[in-house]
């Protein structure tokens, strides 16, 4: 069956809307990576060039298996194109594509979502990801012709960063994405309707069907996929892990208890119970750490989504010291641990810095945090004993001091501030270190600030920990204890711009008799962690003297005056932050506050998808316009051409195989009296003497026709000489219609799109009789057509 340029319009609408629809699903995406335009705007070309040559390919009958191993050959290479900047694939751009597949995965692996910048993009496994899914949407819905099945594939795609991040997608992408995949339901059992085909007006002996039982199984099943979509990420596991709150959603592999609550329940109770014992050959084992806590919600600190694969166990030598330059000096120490019945944890303690530990199958080990987490429900701390090295670090304060920002360089969640943290934590933050030049003397006046302004007290444990109303408390009384000094100063840090965590874990051990260092019940400390490039995660002890006696050397070390203007890492921008939804103008708020309000990548995609939707809508009437205009640039054959599309265009089904006398018979009934200035009647009332100057028009029309065919001496005759007949019975068939569909044929034309479908017959036709058989069109085989 030879190929129809008809049906070009309609391959190419229906590609459009499967490609658009299957982009903006990925565009969801974009809170697993920063920079996520470097991703989506790549993605929407590949997306056009896939969904233009597959529409393409069908309308040139070509076997779909062909078709589908096209599409994922076209894929690969511009996906290798964009990865490397050639699509051409050389064994110099294969190697540079699968390094940069490599670091990707590396990066996945190492850093929760978003991913930021300044380490291994994950960009390449976004592309891959989005290219399938764009061809997937395509083969299901355009080749294989299932369009309501193509919603599994969004929906598999819409799924992905609620399963990886816990977090729900915008509402306004979900109702574009559920209005575009109606949209091609829709239209393709729409065309499919069409394809069967349709009589004319009062015609009979056609095959015909009424559209309204397919429309409406297309709408259920698109609604369906929809209600689908809805519902199952409510049941998709996450890694969420609550530390104040017990175990978050969803089902994971390690379930942590609360070491919060431990802390604060420990140091309440009267007696002082030992809990472990450390032998080692090295200095005194203080800050033996527990856990680490990542996220704070704005009301708690919770270590955070965790990936802990069954290879990562507590046995053997672990990865680099994150973030440790190789010029940071370093002693290795060995431990050996033995822990008492009467403590329990879920949690393993260690030094901070571990290298090498043998401790069993049934701990895992977080490469981001350093900690390590029991594998099972039933695996405590309780009569363990196990071996470890650990390594002392001898940090350099000038380092650190000139070091440049560690946002960019560690995982986001350690960067994190939640939008409803109170503007007084945020101005107490600046005012605080308003004189300091670097982030690390920013650092070192909190911490100073802490240990000379407020009091340690043991009776605030109770009120401890209820998130942001209970810090700005703590900041108006300067009264606390140790976690609400580690909690603040870790999100101060953060708003000055210093990725930070709050660890857990015992602060200074007693000696035991037999030459062991044991550490009880009392012992119980949280301190906060600050990220420095090239030292890594440096301790830092905000809580007074009374309880933590001692701080780090390099935390009071001095520094030269600043005699230059300050780094871009260290302005003094940071002193004055704006409030949330403040205008930088009301307070001199960073740049990058000040820009980052606005999601500009979203929206720019958004509008782009939407202008595309647009523009994709607008083609049937450019299309229609341009064919119009050539037709009336040619003579009286293009005129009559036009005259049928118009017809098709209000509704009609043109009397197909007719001579041109018979068919201005068929289109004479069609005619109606124009109306203007008064309101339009619903059911005009049509035929010739309705319209008696439309009926001269046409007749003229017609006879120029047969004229310039079946004369002796045919005369040829323009278009432009019979404009103004033409246009009189356009308007007199426009006027027998229903405004609706004259609003459809101008931006909808049938001519372009295919035959028109409804839910339901017009009414207009129901009224009128079926138009007579005419005798003599009946038995005459050699009539002359038009």
């Not at 816990?166 to 949209?183: C, K, M, Q, R």
């Not at 895992?364 to 470890?388: E, L, M, P």
């Not at 009392?522 to 009374?546: C, I, K, M, N």
Request: glycine letters at 8%.
């Amino acid at each position: 069956m030879k190929a129809s340029w008809s049906s070009l319009p309609q391959q190419l609408r229906l590609a459009g809307i499967a490609m658009l629809a299957a982009w903006v699903t990925v565009l969801s995406w974009r809170v697993l990576t920063a920079g996520f335009a470097e991703v989506g705007f790549p993605l929407l070309f590949i997306g056009v060039v896939i969904a233009g040559l597959g529409a393409l390919a069908r309308w040139s009958r070509i076997h779909p298996l062909a078709i589908i191993a096209g599409q994922l050959v076209l894929g690969a290479l511009l996906v290798l194109g964009t990865t490397t900047g050639s699509p051409i694939p050389t064994p110099d751009n294969v190697d540079a594509f699968l390094a940069a597949i490599d670091a990707a995965l590396e990066s996945s692996r190492s850093y929760a979502a978003p991913v930021q910048a300044g380490v291994p993009p994950v960009h390449p496994l976004l592309l891959i990801g989005g290219t399938l899914v764009v061809i997937a949407v395509d083969v299901i819905a355009c080749t294989l012709r299932r369009a309501p099945v193509a919603g599994l594939a969004l929906l598999a795609a819409y799924t992905l960063p609620v399963a990886v991040t816990g977090e729900a997608v915008s509402w306004w992408l979900f109702s574009v994405v559920a209005g575009l995949f109606l949209t091609l339901v829709f239209l393709q059992h729409s065309d499919h309707v069409t394809s069967w085909g349709r009589a004319p007006d009062g015609e009979k002996g056609s095959f015909s069907v009424r559209t309204g039982a397919i429309g409406n199984t297309a709408l259920a099943l698109g609604a369906a996929s929809i209600a689908l979509a809805i519902v199952v990420p409510v049941a998709v596991p996450t890694m969420s892990m609550s530390v104040f709150d017990g175990n978050g959603p969803g089902t994971r592999e390690v379930e942590v208890k609360d070491p919060m609550v431990d802390l604060r329940r420990d140091l309440q109770r009267g007696e002082d119970i030992p809990l472990m014992q450390v032998t080692t050959s090295g200095p005194r084992p203080s800050y033996f750490r527990l856990s680490v806590l990542a996220r704070f919600s704005g009301t708690q600190w919770t270590p955070g989504d965790r990936d802990i694969p069954d290879t990562q166990t507590a046995t053997g030598a672990l990865p680099p010291l994150d973030g440790v330059a190789g010029s940071v000096k370093r002693r290795e120490f060995k431990y050996g641990v033995t822990i008492g019945d009467d403590f329990s944890s879920t949690w393993l303690p260690t030094t901070s810095q571990t290298t090498q530990i043998s401790a069993g199958t049934d701990w895992r080990y977080d490469v981001t945090t350093r900690d390590f987490i029991a594998a099972q429900d039933d695996v405590t701390t309780a009569g363990a004993n196990y071996d470890f090295t650990g390594v002392q670090l001898t940090y350099d304060a000038e380092s650190m001091n000139t070091a440049v920002s560690g946002a960019g360089s560690v995982a986001g969640i350690f960067t994190d501030i939640p939008p409803s943290l109170n503007n007084e934590i945020r101005r107490q933050a600046a005012a605080v270190t308003a004189d300091a030049p670097t982030r690390f003397q920013k650092a070192q006046v909190l911490q100073q600030w802490f240990r000379t302004e407020f009091e340690y007290d043991i009776n605030q444990v109770e009120s401890a920990g209820s998130g942001g109303a209970d810090l700005l408390a703590f900041l108006n009384d300067k009264v606390g204890y140790c976690e609400q000094f580690a909690a603040t100063m870790a999100i101060m840090a953060r708003v000055l711009g210093i990725p930070s965590r709050v660890a857990v874990g015992f602060l200074e051990p007693e000696k035991t008799a037999n030459g062991a260092w044991e550490f009880s019940a009392h012992d119980l400390h949280a301190w906060p962690e600050l990220y420095f490039p090239g030292s890594g995660w440096v301790r830092f002890e905000p809580t007074p003297q009374t309880r933590a006696t001692d701080v780090p050397d390099y935390t009071v070390a001095d520094f030269a005056p600043v005699t230059e203007s300050p780094t871009p890492s260290a302005t003094r921008s940071t002193e004055q932050l704006p409030e949330r939804g403040a205008s930088p103008s009301a307070d001199e708020g960073t740049a990058d506050e000040s820009t980052s309000s606005v999601p500009w990548v979203p929206v720019l995609a958004g509008l782009l998808g939407l202008g595309l939707l647009a523009l994709l809508l607008l083609t049937p009437r450019l299309v229609r316009a341009a064919r119009r205009r050539q037709r009336m640039a040619g003579d009286i054959e293009d005129l009559w051409l036009e005259l049928r599309d118009v017809a098709a265009d209000l509704g009609h089904a043109w009397p197909v195989g007719r001579s041109p006398r018979r068919a201005g018979e068929w289109l004479g009934r069609l005619l109606a009296a124009t109306v203007v200035g008064a309101e339009r009647p619903d059911r005009p009332r049509r035929g010739r003497d309705q319209a008696p100057e439309a009926a001269q028009a046409l007749d003229r029309l017609v006879g120029a026709l047969e004229h310039s065919r079946y004369s002796r001496h045919p005369e040829s005759f323009t278009a432009e000489r019979f404009a103004d007949d033409a246009h009189v019975v356009e308007q007199a068939l426009a006027a027998g219609v229903t405004p609706r569909e004259v609003r459809r044929a101008q931006w909808w034309p049938a001519s372009v799109v295919g035959r028109r479908t409804t839910w339901r017959p017009r009414a207009s036709r129901r009224a009128q009789p079926p138009t007579p058989v005419d005798p003599e069109t009946s038995t005459t085989v050699d009539e002359l057509v038009g």
